[in-house]
């Protein structure tokens, strides 16, 4: 099933061909600023099965950390997804898809980083940073 994505106001949209692995929220700082909200729930794609369909010059990066590019709606702000280059897989923003994936997130991470005022409970494995594997 091809998944269908977009930004908050329309104008970049994407496909992806299939998850690879399960979805996690995390909580840590960057993803808490990025996204102005208590986490980001993720999930990784494949580079060939990931395709920006519309709008890819008005995607905009910011290097949030060395070597990792999170890309943005310059008209929006929505914050798609993120990526190393050298690596296989980007990560999508889960919050900008438009298709159920048929999949929830399984664990929390950088817990470490959660705020008191947006403490979250859900019943899921916690870390207190990146999950072990
Ligand atoms: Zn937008
Ligand atoms: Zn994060």
Redesign the pocket.
Known sequence: MTLLGSCHCGAVAYEAAAINGDLWH???Q??RKTHAAER?T?ARVRREDFRIVRGAELLTHYESCPGKFRHFCSRCGSHVYAERPELPDVVLRTGTLDTDPGLKAVRA??MSHSKPWLAHQDGLPEFPEASPA
């Open positions: 995390c909580h840590c960057t993803c980001n993720a991470v950088w």
